[in-house]
């Protein structure tokens, strides 16, 4: 068990337009879902922590207009990124925890952005 | 600030052969939860092992073992008969308590690389 999915796995945007990327707790109920960025070779960097149902906490130096987070359920966070431009083409990686093992994150499999 | 520390950014073995990747840490905190993460070139993070800071002892998964020292605030991993799979990034990670919300400390990483 403990499966969390992204789609898409890989998207392609011009330079202005928005791209929303899903993350998915598929066999368990996330209660924290976390969003990270990582540049290639490079270590993951926290963006936001997002709580089902309350606004997401997001970590200092990250635009929170630019990077909208929503927690709709406790299956479902999606990272919005807003006029996007190409420095924003990175790799998106969102994890999960469960109600009462809150140390342990599950890890979806990542989604590469790529802004012309 | 509580960090972790990674000082080898690259590493090679050649298959059949141990290797040992080093981390340390700084928390003022007295249990946590300590963890290797591998991502290979899929990007996928996948677990390797984790530490609770008040078990002495060292957590072992099959060719995989830790040496952790408490005191030192040292949490090595060493991979026994290393195989071409286990070429990838390892993370050391470290969270300070089992709370909601709480983001997993990623150190910078180690590019292992398995040779034949």
């Known amino acids: 068990g403990a499966v969390v999915s992204q789609h898409p796995s890989w998207v392609i945007c011009k330079s202005g337009t928005s791209v929303k990327i899903e993350c998915r707790s598929l066999d368990f109920q996330a209660t924290t879902m976390f969003w990270y960025r990582q540049f290639p070779k490079q270590s993951l960097m926290l963006m936001a922590t997002s709580n089902e149902g309350s606004k997401a906490t997001y970590e200092q130096g990250v635009e929170k207009d630019k990077f909208l987070i929503n927690h709709a359920s406790l299956t479902l966070s999606t990272l919005t990124v807003t006029s996007a431009h190409p420095e924003d083409s990175s790799f998106y990686i969102c994890?999960?925890?469960?109600?009462?093992?809150?140390?342990?994150?599950?890890f979806g499999p990542g989604t590469r952005l790529t802004v012309t | 600030a509580q960090t972790v520390t990674q000082s080898q950014p690259e590493m090679s073995v050649q298959e059949a052969e141990t290797v040992t990747l080093s981390c340390t840490y700084d928390t003022s905190e007295n249990n946590y939860y300590l963890f290797w993460y591998k991502q290979p070139p899929s990007r996928q993070m996948i677990l390797v092992i984790r530490q609770e800071a008040y078990k002495q002892q060292n957590a072992t998964e099959n060719r995989f073992s830790v040496n952790f020292q408490k005191a030192a605030k040292s949490f090595s991993l060493k991979i026994s008969d290393s195989q071409l799979g286990d070429t990838a990034m390892y993370f050391c990670a470290f969270t300070p308590t089992n709370q909601a919300g709480t983001a997993l400390i990623f150190g910078k990483g180690t590019t292992l690389s398995v040779s034949s």
């Open positions: 994890s999960a925890s469960k109600a009462g093992i809150f140390y342990e994150q599950y």
